[in-house]
């Protein structure tokens, strides 16, 4: 005996603008996220350099115990691959090269931030480990 469907629709898939609808919606969730995350990235690479810089000026310390100076400007990280201290040339978080230079017999670490030219604000703003100048006391 053969059954017939009468009244009955056979189950069919999603429709054109069902389906355009869910991708809004999943492009609107995305969006909304990744608003939210994106400057938490940019504050992590930033907290990423400051250590990072602190970690080389750690290493540099260690190079001027064991050598009694710290290595000049034009030798500068190099100096510290050489004597295997780090293992190679360091890079900021975006990838951009550290600039070292010895000023007054104190080293002196700078990244250039995202934008990796001197200046700016923000996550181009320069991160470096040179001493703050303290206002004068009244």
Known sequence: MKRTMKGRRAPRGMTLIEIMVVLV????IASAVVIAVF???????IDQT??????????????NARKGKFPDTATGFKALVDMEIIDKMPKDAWGND????????RPIITS???????GGDGPNADIS??????????
Do not use: H, M
């Not at 250039?112 to 001197?118: F, K, Q």
């Open 50 to 63: 400051t250590l990072s810089i602190g970690n080389l000026d750690s290493a540099l310390k260690l190079y």
């Open 112 to 118: 250039y931030g995202a934008d990796g030219v001197p």
């Open 129 to 138: 480990n040179r001493p703050q100048a303290t206002a004068a006391k009244p």
């Open 39 to 45: 400057p938490q990235l940019q504050r992590a690479r």
């Open 98 to 105: 550290y600039v070292y230079t010895l000023e007054n017999g």
């Open 25 to 28: 919606i999943l492009g609107l």
